[in-house]
């Protein structure tokens, strides 16, 4: 896969597709790869650009303290780096966490922006939760294994546990097969969730934003959906009534239908303004 320097390390990216270009920002833990239901999709129309970012996959591990927004900056290199001009932005739960950073810091690069699960501050909910990860990364000295044992019944639903288990356990194998995080990059990308506070930058975002949750979720909760909406003008708001933190796999169609109808109608836009 191609790499190129941003931001002073080499960062690792995957590209599919034609169209406009399209950039798919990795939640907590993952790499490139994690958005492959819907690249499948979403590459039928839009150049789909997947970053590894720094501390996963083949991407540079450097050392020190990370953040939301040193994410944002690395992902504005990246678009630099490979001479995109503008670009539709996408990210779950901590990817959606760095497009907010990435379009209110960038306006003039962000043409839309999807997030999904995010939320604009850590309460204290959300760094319980983080800080239990922490302790378990560290207890089974695996990431992979932290994600399936310790993460996934955060993301899905009883409902998908209890009737569709064969699918959670290729789910599982999937993250396997992975190249897996250190447990020392984890605890460096876990505290930049931890940290992550980019309310007061909300307003600056000018991109048309969709913004869904799942119903069932409780990490990101339902209970961000008005502080986002009311911060960022003209964003429409999403509910996946049968999902939980991730409807990229849990309600595939669903999700896949109503993100990409957004992506395509803000594509369709000015589309002579989007420069590759």
Known sequence: ?????????????????????????PYLSADNACYAFQVAEYAKHFTCISVDLRGTGESDKPDGVFSTELYAEDVAALMQALG????????????????????ARHPERVKSLSLHGAWTKTDAYVRTVVEGWQ???????????????????????????????????????????????SVDAF???????????????????????????????????VRFAEPLTSAIKGSELVIFEEA??????????????KTLAFLQHHAQKASGSVAT
């Open 1 to 25: 896969m191609p790499k190129v320097q941003a931001n002073g390390i080499t960062l690792n990216y995957e590209q599919q597709g034609s169209g406009e270009p399209l950039i798919l920002i």
């Open 84 to 103: 995109i001009e503008r670009a539709h932005v996408s990210g779950l739960s901590f990817g959606g966490a760095i497009g907010m950073w990435l379009a």
């Open 135 to 181: 302790v378990m990364a560290k207890a089974f000295n695996s990431i992979p294994e932290l994600v399936v044992r310790g993460i996934f019944p955060w993301c899905f639903t009883p409902g998908l546990y209890a009737t569709k288990y064969d699918y959670i356990e290729s789910l599982a194998a999937f993250v396997r097969s992975r190249p897996p995080m």
């Open 187 to 221: 605890m460096q990308q876990s505290d930049a969730v931890i940290a992550h506070d980019v309310e007061a930058q909300l307003a600056r975002i000018t991109a048309p934003t969709q913004i869904t949750f799942g119903r069932h979720d409780q990490v990101t909760s």
């Open 244 to 257: 939980s933190h991730a409807p990229i796999y849990e309600s595939v169609d669903e999700f896949n239908q």
